[in-house]
């Protein structure tokens, strides 16, 4: 019998959901500035890689984290990204880490959803979930459709 591999995989480990990008600097030496009170909320850290994903025009990249003044609601798009990412995106802000197979089972990932305003509406540790008053206080593309959830929940 072949012995069981023990993989170290890259899983998401935090999310900011549908965010509402704030302003574009191109001027800036790259990055992209984060609420601070988001950043931990998302149990993101700074430096960290993420990727920006858009949702208003489709654009997806990595970056890395600066954090913000907290409260503030600030998502600022610093560097080249701001050809592709604009004020007024709805974006969706994910981190990753690398996680031994043993310990998926135990891991929790991090996932805020936030308003048009970008403050705090709900967290969960569901990736494809949304709860049902955060699936209606959202921004995004659609006004008068609400967030979906996808997949099968975690167990808890």
Not at 3 to 21: D, S, W, Y
Not at 27 to 51: C, F, H, M, P, W
Not at 100 to 107: E, K, P, R
């Amino acid at each position: 019998m072949t012995p069981a591999l023990n993989f170290q995989r890259e899983v998401f480990c935090g999310k900011i959901h549908r965010a509402t990008v704030t302003e574009a600097d191109l001027d800036y030496v790259g990055s992209v500035t984060i609420d601070r009170n988001l950043l931990e909320a998302a149990n993101i850290a700074v430096g960290q890689k993420v990727d920006i994903v858009d949702v208003t025009n489709g654009a997806r990249l990595s970056t890395y984290t600066i954090a913000g003044e907290p409260g503030k609601g600030e998502i600022k798009i610093n560097g080249a990204a701001a050809h592709l990412i604009n004020p007024g995106d709805i974006v969706i802000i994910i981190a990753y880490a690398y996680v031994w197979d043993q310990d998926l089972a135990d891991f929790t990932p991090h996932v805020v959803l936030v308003d048009k305003q970008n403050q705090i509406i709900s967290q969960s540790a569901q990736p494809g979930q949304v709860d049902p008053v955060g699936a209606t206080q959202t921004g995004g593309a659609s006004e008068s459709a609400p967030l979906r959830s996808s997949g099968i929940p975690r167990p808890q």
